[in-house]
């Protein structure tokens, strides 16, 4: 059972796009291991909230 998890900053993607990106990668699972995969693959989209995003050792929200 393949379990693929994506980050994503909170409050960006709506709702429709959350099933879209579980329908694209599920299907690209199942390109990659065939059909038998889509009924075991799961997708859990994590939602953070900004604050606790960062890169390049910089936060993503400006300092207060």
Same mark, same amino acid.
């Given at each position: 059972?393949?379990?693929?998890? *994506? @980050? /994503? *900053? %909170?409050? /960006?993607?709506?709702?429709?796009? %959350?099933?879209?990106? =579980?329908? %694209? /990668?599920?299907d690209a699972m199942v390109s990659i291991e065939g059909e038998a995969m889509r009924g075991i693959t799961w997708?859990? =989209? !994590? !939602?953070? @909230? !900004?604050?606790?995003?960062g890169i390049g050792g910089q936060s993503l929200i400006s300092p207060v």
């Open positions: 059972m393949p379990l693929v998890t *994506i @980050s /994503v *900053i %909170k409050n /960006v993607f709506t709702d429709e796009q %959350k099933r879209e990106m =579980i329908q %694209k /990668v599920t997708v859990l =989209i !994590e !939602e953070v @909230s !900004e604050n606790n995003w």
